[in-house]
């Protein structure tokens, strides 16, 4: 099993920038992909980014260009680089780890972007 911890949340005004963590830890595959999907309330948790463990990197389109996603393979840590914020982009951010076997989730952080 493996657990991840987020942060990096918060409150920001709309064109503002956000960074947001996801550490994992425990039982840990060298190959793996590291994501972010974001919910809003009485809506389904939707895609955002990914990287896999090779660094290939797959958007969502209402955020690219403006949101980056890396990680850091020594620290098994994965961010999210969030640029020009928009209103729309607020949410409950939550970080996914995926590996043969495991598909776990984080205790979600929340980003609010105020207009």
């Known amino acids: 099993q493996v657990q991840l911890v987020e942060s990096g949340g918060g409150l920001v005004q709309a064109g503002g920038s956000l960074r947001l963590s996801c550490a994992a830890s425990g039982s840990i595959s060298s190959i793996n992909d590291m994501g972010w999907y974001r919910q809003t309330p009485g809506n389904q948790r939707e895609f955002v980014a990914r990287v896999t463990s090779s660094g290939t990197t797959i958007f969502d389109a209402s955020v690219k260009g403006r949101f980056t996603i890396s990680r850091d393979n020594a620290k098994n840590t994965v961010y999210l680089q969030m640029n020009s914020l928009k209103p729309e982009d607020t949410a409950v951010y939550y970080c996914?780890?995926?590996?043969?076997?495991?598909?776990?989730w984080g205790q979600g952080t929340q980003v609010t972007v105020s207009s």
């Open positions: 996914n780890w995926k590996q043969m076997g495991d598909n776990s």
